[in-house]
């Protein structure tokens, strides 16, 4: 049976309670009031007494890590097929919403119940891993997701009918419309080519 897909810039009820339902709507300009501030925070401590050409390198690093974390998260993660029914639900709250419902605009950008816990969990992690140079690390991943956060809400409600826009909007919107199982990449198709999932032409 052919799945739904609303092409309206409508929403679906998720939970009966009242505080969830709430909770699992975002307004959009939120994750650049809550992570732009961490960005900006991050690297001012953390290029103190570095390198100039340490802090851009390093810095970029962490866009680039984002990129291949996003291609994760979105195809490994979000697009698992779970057997069990429990699975199943988990799965759709997680981002079956989305693909039956794209153009609802909030739930386009990840919500703070989510994004949060993750912000932190990789906060200590690139701080094992990355020693000195971790806010730098840190502020790139975090910069990387607002970027995609902000492009894979323009993908759907910008008109984008130029240059790098456009190839963006009709990237995404090929894995929406054409093969959900290609084009994971909402930032970058760079991990698409590398691990074979560019969209038919």
């Not at 401590?45 to 984002?66: S, Y």
């Amino acid at each position: 049976m052919k799945k739904f897909i609303s092409a309206k810039d409508e929403s679906i009820r998720l939970f009966k309670n009242p505080i969830l339902e709430y909770f699992s709507h975002i307004h959009p300009l939120t994750p650049l009031v809550v992570y732009l501030p961490v960005v900006i925070i991050s690297l001012y401590f953390g290029i103190q007494g570095k390198l100039i050409h340490f802090i851009i390198l390093t810095f970029l690093a962490g866009i680039f890590i984002w990129t291949l974390l996003e291609y994760i998260i979105h195809r490994f993660i979000f697009h698992y097929h779970p057997k069990s029914e429990w699975g199943k639900r988990i799965s759709f709250l997680m981002h079956g919403v989305h693909h039956g419902y794209p153009m609802d605009r909030t739930r386009l950008v990840m919500p703070l119940p989510v994004s949060i816990p993750l912000a932190i969990i990789f906060y200590f992690l690139f701080k094992l891993i990355f020693g000195e140079y971790y806010l730098n690390y840190y502020a790139g991943l975090v910069f990387g997701y607002l970027c995609y956060d902000y492009i894979h809400y323009a993908t759907h409600h910008f008109p984008m009918k130029k240059g790098v826009g456009k190839f963006l909007k009709v990237y995404h919107l090929k894995h929406h419309f054409r093969n959900e199982n290609k084009s994971f990449g909402v930032s970058s198709p760079l991990w698409d080519y590398v691990f074979r999932t560019t969209p038919d032409e």
